[in-house]
């Protein structure tokens, strides 16, 4: 079976926005065993988009199309698939008021065009789009067949899960239900993980494994199943699933999509204790990252950005000389403690560049934790990369270190 | 003149990279006035790379492709090329000689693959890459012509730059330096933005005038000239933009590739004024961006996160009742100034949601600024979207805001 994707917009081939649908999309139909060979991008016109959907069928089993189905005139994409098929577009009277119901719901007028919306080619099915305007359709055109679903990311996604990928691989004879499980790991490069699981990612079938790199968000480990019901594929994922947590152990810091931070915080809460930051090659980085889970503050208390020297000495009460070092460290997250009130301190201090400090050289960072009741420790590392990357990898390698500390903790 | 894009690399299928490098390609292509009317990717396959070179070379009079022309035995572009025009690869000296010097600088040993990337179909250019080991190309296939340029966004972009797109407007008899100057606007939307220059847009030919949407980095006004010259060019784009400039007043806050912290941190520094930060809603996102700008020692102190209110109340010396209003924001200000001893004093107090605060509403924010010997100042706005947007929001227009103030003073 093999699927390829067609991006409808000339706003991508203008370079106005980033086409993130068909990367995405590939990345779906290789999770499930399905090849992707071509994507391409046309603009708004339809000449060249039904050229493009013919060739691409031709080559192809199935050919997802994304965009163009909008309540715009240049929306085209159904007008394109109705003269591919050789028949009309007809209105479909559920499909109006499905959207003249999500209108009133919304208490605005909905204007005339977004009528265009509830044309649909003869013979050709429609997609359902439970969260926006735009039905996607399924046409058959001989044994091949073309989706259409909405350039919008979070409705494309939807409806690719939901509807598109069950339909390719039902008619590739595949057990139709796909459920998958992302293993987040920080600490390991891809290679490294790659060979302490080589055993399981040798004898791969069902589940499949794969490794997605996310820079500063560390490597994912995905697993991926396909089954004919939730609950056969979901049986398939865990003692695949516990395989693996068993060999990665503490390298896994959270799962689909929970982050770093949120991780971080879950433990805090669970323990009842609050948190105070001190930064300074960062500057702020830590506690905005902190602060981006909502609800954060019931655990976070603040965090000083010591940028100078003296803002260290007279706010965090740092007397160390040398200001990126371990002692500093450590008298900063002190210092957070104490002056955010806060029951554990963090602190990161290093030389982000693009100049060394103090003779010590750029990507030197130190890292501190205040524990309640526990003597502060403090631990360096040399991180690589420019100014940005260096302090980016500091927050989230700070985070952490926190975790895996209280994971530790009795 | 049209132009289209072949972006070459199993990777992009799979969605483990995303493509932006046709997305840039396409963008600057429509800046110079050259068609662009189909992208396409592909996986490193050497068969299916000709069947669409050859394909897209039928539709178009150039075809630009990126990736593929690495040092490894998937990289075969090279081939693809000779393929396409029925010649042999030919090892270029002169080629050989760059690759081993550019090892030779890095002080490592050449693995000999990396000689692959001296070789070149026969009566094919090369195009010169001083940044990087593998040389572009550029063959003639009747009357039209393919470029290869590297999948490295950097080596990539230089080389458009300097070669395919200067190559392509001499081939279309333009001139063949092309300028271009970004006017980063914050303040006004786009189409108040258009209705502001309406006049110059309508008459715009050369140079060309476009809205280029940038996110929470506002938007870009872009001028783009071509001409015989450098300087020729230049002195296109100069009255246009003083035009502009007169127009839009204190929306522009930088030009080209300075942002609105440097912005910012220039001004400051330009007064010898030293600045310090107090945030809420943000945590830190205000901190980190100054912070992210080299040099910013000179003049940022730090910033106080002062997430819980009794840190508002503690570190900063908030006495406010309500901490999201004005009187609060001016005492964060004040506070600033004050704890992290700075000329300058900055805050931001609001509500990030996803509840509402004191009953006040989600995005509710209000921005105080503390400059030395004056009465303190705030505003508020109710800024719209989601906790990362208004979080987001509510940094660049503070910054902004400083900004506009600093250059009101005498």
């Not at 991780?263 to 809460?269: D, K, P, S």
Request: glycine content about 10%; hydrophobic content about 45%.
């Amino acid at each position: 079976m093999r699927a390829d994707v067609l991006a409808i917009g000339t706003e991508l081939l203008l370079g106005q926005i980033v086409d993130t649908n068909s990367s995405w999309i590939g990345e779906q139909l290789a999770a499930v065993g399905i090849d992707t060979m071509e994507h391409r991008k046309v603009g708004d016109n339809l000449g060249r988009m039904v050229a493009a959907m013919r060739a691409m069928l031709d080559a192809a089993d199935a050919v997802v199309v994304c965009g163009g189905i909008g309540p715009t005139q240049d929306d085209v994409t159904r007008d394109a698939i109705a003269e591919l098929m050789g028949v009309e577009l007809e209105r479909r009277e559920e499909l109006v008021e499905h959207i003249a119901s999500l209108f009133g719901t919304r208490g605005r007028d909905m204007p005339q065009n977004n009528l265009r919306q509830a044309d649909v080619p003869r013979g050709a099915d429609v997609i359902p789009n439970p969260i926006g305007t735009a039905p996607g359709i399924r046409a058959e055109i001989g044994a091949k067949v073309i989706y259409a679903v909405p350039g919008v990311p979070y409705e494309m996604q939807l409806m690719v899960k939901e509807h598109v990928l069950p339909d390719l691989l039902a008619r590739s004879g595949e057990a139709a239900v796909i459920v998958s499980r992302s293993l987040k790991t920080w600490g390991a490069s891809e290679s490294g993980l790659a060979e302490m699981i080589a055993d399981e990612v040798e004898m791969q079938v069902n589940p499949t494994i794969a490794f997605l790199a996310r820079g500063i968000e560390g490597i994912v480990v995905r697993l991926t199943a396909k089954a004919g019901t939730t609950e056969a594929a979901w049986a398939l994922i865990e003692p695949a699933e516990a395989r693996l947590r068993e060999i990665l152990g503490d390298l896994v810091f959270a799962v689909d999509d929970e982050t770093m931070e949120h991780a971080v915080l879950t433990r805090l809460e669970a323990r009842g204790w609050s948190l105070g930051v001190a930064e300074s090659l960062t500057g702020g980085l830590i506690g905005a990252r902190i602060a981006n889970v909502p609800g954060a503050s019931r655990t976070f208390r603040g965090s000083v950005a010591s940028y100078a020297t003296e803002v260290k000495r007279s706010v965090l009460g740092v007397t160390a000389e040398q200001v990126v070092g371990k002692e500093s460290a450590g008298q900063m997250a002190q210092g957070a403690q104490r002056v955010l009130d806060a029951d554990v301190g963090i602190a990161a201090t290093g030389v982000a560049g693009p100049d060394e400090q103090d003779g010590q050289p750029v990507g030197t960072v130190w890292f501190a934790l205040a524990l309640p009741g526990l003597p502060v420790e403090a631990v360096s590392t040399r991180l690589p990369g420019d100014r940005e990357r260096i302090r980016q990898f500091s927050t989230i390698s700070l985070l952490n270190i926190l975790r895996m500390r209280l994971d530790a903790l009795p």
